[in-house]
């Protein structure tokens, strides 16, 4: 049941105000992440409904995903921008008035998004969907977050799939009238990301077996190197404004250098440094960035999330192919 217009106003003010009030009754909480302009298909700035959905995601990777299910029949927004660190994020009081807003809220789980439920706390009457649901989770195996499960499901194109059927099976909830439109839409997108899948295989499988390593900043590609047969090693276990620990340098060092690891890389939304001292000090090149938790800019390598996969994957393999 939709509140008269003076009520939706008293609503949405009564809302801000317990906001800021939760966060130290501040004018506004800062957001430290690039301001970046959004993608075309991915996150729309204008979110006048006409007469269409509203659908607000948690990142990028899931928006575009959702807008490639909805195609022109619902409005799709990320609440994080191009470019954002999504696990510490700090919603904003500007994100409560664009959840007010919106019909439906899909988001990852497996707490990757801990600070969606202060999000869901102030918009009690917005649904929200978490997508991993039906995934069985990689534990995540050192530091802190032992025994916690991995949160970057999406990185695998096999549990992209699950990903895709959810956000189907929500969107026909949600629009019943244009299910046709998201289950044709779903299935046409399926078969893409299966697509892309077979070509990451084959391309793994050109790589010497003995040189299959993933070394990265984050510990993000444990579905992907479980998937394609790759051996993976990274400094952390989830992304925080640290810097890399003394042990976890020389753990990562040690392991470059005995396996010969000619290249390492980073995550392209956390600094990149530490990875880069430790291609100093094993002797291995630092190879680029991979994107993960975020797509780059529409201009950028990865401005989609098939693009994403196909990007990660090529710069892996150009990097242990390079002398």
Not at 18 to 31: K, Q, R
Not at 257 to 278: H, L, Y
Request: hydrophobic content about 35%; some cysteine; glycine content about 6%.
């Amino acid at each position: 049941m939709q509140l008269p217009q003076h009520g939706q106003k008293l609503a949405v003010a009564s809302g801000l105000l317990l906001w800021l009030c939760l966060n130290g009754c501040s004018p506004s909480i800062s957001n430290s992440q690039p301001q970046l302009s959004p993608n075309p298909g991915t996150t729309n700035t204008n979110l006048d409904k006409k007469g269409k959905k509203v659908v607000l995601t948690t990142f990028t990777v899931i928006a575009d995903m959702a807008q490639n299910v909805a195609g022109d029949k619902a409005i799709v927004e990320s609440l994080t921008k191009p470019g954002a660190e999504i696990h510490g994020y700090e919603p904003t009081p500007s994100d409560l008035v664009r959840a007010q807003k919106a019909d439906l809220i899909l988001n990852n789980g497996l707490n990757l998004e801990r600070w969606a439920q202060k999000l869901y706390n102030s918009v009690p009457n917005v649904p929200h969907v978490t997508l991993t649901e039906g995934i069985k989770p990689v534990e995540i195996t050192e530091d802190a977050y032992k025994g916690k499960p991995n949160p970057h499901a999406w990185m695998s194109p096999e549990n992209a799939l699950i990903y895709v059927e959810n956000i189907r099976k929500a969107l026909v909830n949600l629009d019943s009238a244009n299910a046709e439109t998201y289950n044709t839409n779903a299935k046409a997108y399926s078969q893409k990301i299966k697509e892309v899948d077979e070509k990451l295989r084959k391309a793994v499988s050109a790589v010497p077996a003995n040189k299959r390593y993933m070394v990265s900043c984050e510990g993000a590609f444990s579905y992907v190197t479980r998937d394609y047969g790759l051996k993976e090693a990274y400094l952390w276990a989830v992304n925080s404004e640290q810097q890399a620990t003394p042990k976890q340098l020389e753990k990562v060092i040690d392991i470059v250098k005995k396996n010969k690891i000619p290249v390492v890389f980073c995550e392209s939304t956390v600094n990149d440094g530490a990875q880069r001292q430790v291609a100093r000090e094993s002797g291995a090149r630092f190879g680029g960035v991979f994107y993960v938790d975020s797509l780059s800019p529409a201009n950028g390598p990865a401005p989609t999330y098939l693009k994403l996969l196909e990007g990660n994957i090529n710069t892996l393999t150009q990097g242990l192919e390079e002398k």
